[in-house]
């Protein structure tokens, strides 16, 4: 059995690794027994899931632009067939993840956890990989919970179905099975044991430095602060951020924050100075098209001539922003042939590296303080004044003054989601922050709002697969 699967992960590793190459030989003269004979093998073998991770259907692309434009950050200004849909919020128009690619980056964390021990190697560096295994199986995870499934405790109708839970590899039809979706309980509770797995496992990793493109101690730490607040628990996102915080040496006053003169350059460094888990992205990880035809540098800037440049910042958004606000920079006014008006270009994604080409930065240190301050908000008890607190110390690097000294409650809770909504534009926030808190999906222009009842909150499972197991539900509203 072992020789099988490691014939069928080698075939897939190797399709899918470009970043990061198996260094102990020349890929042709690699067998399975040498590929993974070793911790070194099963490394490498962990590395491709990052590669998943940069693909166009995940955070390349999709999930930084799909959750903007289906809510109220983001509008089309060329139609090119991308986006149409999930700008009206069309039925079946979503987020589409319930793919191969996705499941396989699953499953090869699954391979890895249940073959390293098995192998000789450096404990220290089985550690590593170890938890990184645990990290990115997390973050899939994740991704396919908020995308499919409802937060725990924000069911409509109690609906409380995410997606198929497997923590075992998949070797071959012979250990192939068809099952069920779990609760959204039963897979945030992997992802949040995968979390506190990897926490104890990984090293420790310095903004700044390339140690960010890899998971780290302080990214698992961030990680779990945001599902926690997804998850509704608030004293314990608290803790995380405060503990990621610690971990990576970002002080209460904003220490580890880009300053207002430097926070646009910032995305056209790399890694971004705020990084706490950014993914790289190298030439060798893309074909010649790519760039053009995928990269979000292409579809939201025209900083290079052949830039399809599809989607703009909504007027709505723009006229959010206080003056004085650097965050307003990330958007340059510019036109665009058969756009009327103004429009905006992106001034996060410029393509820096050349030819479209930049890293993603996934998990910033603003986040923290943002987490933090809703936790606070939120909690059982709450803590306003540390809300404000860290708003405050946000907003001093974004060149702001400070909130309100008597904003709190429901008021401070706007202004948080306010400040979420201008910090992370066109970094694939805006949708899940909506809907994670029960909210309505407000939307910009002439497009009505999608109410948080409404079925068109959860994307629809693939018709193929439920053609192929009869044992998936589709979601509410699709059949």
């Not at 995870?141 to 839970?165: S, T």
């Not at 309980?185 to 104890?200: E, G, K, M």
């Not at 990576?248 to 006053?253: E, L, V």
């Not at 709505?316 to 103004?342: C, F, N, P, Q």
Request: aromatic share 10%.
């Amino acid at each position: 059995m072992k020789n099988i699967f490691r014939i069928m992960v080698l075939g897939g590793a190797l399709a899918t690794a470009s970043c990061t190459d198996l260094e102990t030989q020349p890929r042709q003269s690699l067998t399975p027994e040498v590929a993974f004979a070793d911790v070194d093998g099963f490394e490498a073998l962990g590395f491709t899931t990052y590669g998943i991770a940069r693909a166009f259907n995940q955070y390349g692309q999709q999930m930084m632009i799909a959750p903007e434009i289906m809510a109220d950050n983001l509008r089309i200004i060329a139609n090119t067939g991308r986006y149409i849909g999930q700008e009206a919020n069309a039925d079946r128009a979503h987020m589409n993840l319930w793919t191969t690619q996705f499941w396989s980056g699953i499953n090869t964390a699954n391979i890895v956890l249940a073959q390293i021990d098995d192998v000789e190697g450096n404990d220290t560096q089985r550690a590593r990989v170890k938890g990184e295994a645990h990290f990115m199986r997390a973050l899939f995870y994740f991704d396919l919970a908020r995308v499919y499934g409802y937060e725990p405790g924000k069911e409509v109708n109690g609906w409380d179905k995410a997606v198929i839970l497997r923590t075992e590899p998949t070797l071959g039809f012979s250990n192939a099975d068809f099952r069920a979706r779990a609760t959204n309980r039963q897979v945030y509770d992997l992802i949040i044991s995968d979390l506190q797995t990897a926490i104890n496992l990984l090293p420790t990793a310095s903004q700044g430095t390339s140690g960010v493109y890899r998971a780290s101690k302080g990214a698992a730490q961030a990680l779990l602060a945001r599902v926690f607040l997804y998850d509704s628990k608030f004293a314990e996102a608290e803790a995380a951020a405060t503990q990621a915080m610690a971990t990576f040496g970002i002080s209460d006053a904003g220490v580890g924050l880009a300053d207002a003169d430097s926070y646009i350059a910032g995305f056209s460094t790399a890694p971004n100075p705020e990084s706490l888990f950014e993914i790289e992205i190298r030439s060798n990880d893309w074909s010649t098209v790519d760039g053009v035809n995928n990269s979000v540098c292409s579809l939201s800037a025209n900083v290079f001539a052949s830039a399809q440049f599809i989607v703009t910042a909504t007027d709505e958004l723009i006229e959010s922003y206080e003056e004085g606000d650097v965050r307003k920079d990330a958007w340059g006014e510019t036109t665009r042939s058969g756009a009327s008006g103004t429009v905006y270009r992106s001034n996060k994604w410029l393509g820096h590296k050349g030819d479209f080409l930049e890293n993603l930065p996934i998990i910033r240190a603003a986040e923290l303080f943002l987490i933090r301050a809703e936790a606070r908000n939120r909690k059982q008890s709450p803590d306003d004044a540390g809300a404000r607190a860290d708003l405050n110390a946000l907003r001093s690097k974004r060149g702001l003054d400070d909130v309100d000294a008597a904003l709190s409650g429901a008021a401070l809770f706007d202004q948080i989601m306010l400040e979420r909504r201008q910090e992370f534009a066109l970094e694939g926030h805006r949708w899940f922050d909506l809907k994670r808190n029960g909210l309505d999906i407000t939307k910009a222009g002439n497009f009505e709002n999608v109410p948080y009842s409404d079925y068109r909150l959860l994307a629809p499972l693939p018709t193929a697969e439920l053609q192929l197991n009869d044992q998936l539900e589709q979601n509410p509203g699709y059949n």
